[in-house]
C-alpha cells in the first residue's frame, strides 16, 4: 500500500504534492513493514492513467530532503529539484569542482575548486549569473549567492554532494 502523505502524515488528495509517501507491505507475516517512509515527494493523478490502468499513477517530484526550497513573490514557497542547477554546473567552464550549499531559505553558498589554467573571477561570476537566473525563471527573488573559500566538502559519510539543501545542511 502506498499512502502520499502531509508533512503530519495525513493523506493529501490527488493532484496535490505530497511532503512524502508512506508505504507498508504485509506479505511478511513474520515482520510486516507498516508506514515505512520512503522520503519521497509524489503527486497522484486526479484522473485515469493515459496507459489505461485502473491503478493509480504517480509522478515522482524527488526526495524530500534533496528539494531546495525558496520564498516566492507574493510571499509563497516554492520546491526545486537540486538536478536544476547541477545542470548548470555541468556545463560551467573552468570548474574542476563546485559545491552549493543551502545555508538558509534565501541563501546560497558556492565552494568552489577551479580548474588550473581557469580565470578565477570569470568562473565565479558565471557560477553567480547562471543559478540567480534559474531561480528568477522560477520567481524566485531575493536569494543571495555567496562565494565562500573553503573548497568543496564530502559528507561526513564521505559522499559528495554538489548540492546541498538547507535540511541536508542543518538548516
Known amino acids: 500500500m502506498v499512502e502520499p502523505v502531509d508533512a503530519g502524515h495525513r493523506p493529501v488528495p490527488p493532484g496535490e504534492r505530497s511532503h512524502t509517501v508512506l508505504i507498508s507491505n504485509l506479505a511478511n507475516r513474520v515482520q510486516p513493514i507498516l508506514r515505512y517512509d520512503l522520503g519521497d515527494s509524489v503527486v497522484l493523478r486526479p484522473d485515469p492513467c493515459p496507459c489505461g490502468s485502473p491503478l493509480p ?50 541563501v546560497l553558498r558556492v565552494r568552489l575548486r577551479p580548474a588550473r589554467d581557469a580565470d578565477r573571477e570569470e568562473v565565479w561570476r558565471r557560477l553567480r549569473e547562471e543559478p540567480a537566473g534559474l531561480l528568477a525563471e522560477h520567481r524566485v527573488d531575493g536569494v543571495a549567492i555567496e562565494r565562500v573559500e573553503e573548497p568543496p566538502e564530502r559528507s561526513p559519510g564521505g559522499k559528495f554532494r554538489r548540492i546541498v539543501p538547507l535540511a541536508a545542511a542543518g538548516g
Open 57 to 106: 499513477a504517480a509522478r515522482v517530484q524527488g526526495r524530500t530532503a534533496d528539494l531546495l526550497g525558496f520564498p516566492t513573490r507574493g510571499g509563497g514557497r516554492t520546491a526545486m529539484s537540486p538536478l536544476l542547477v547541477a545542470i548548470l554546473l555541468d556545463h560551467a567552464p573552468g570548474v574542476d569542482q563546485v559545491q552549493i550549499v543551502q545555508t538558509a531559505p534565501d
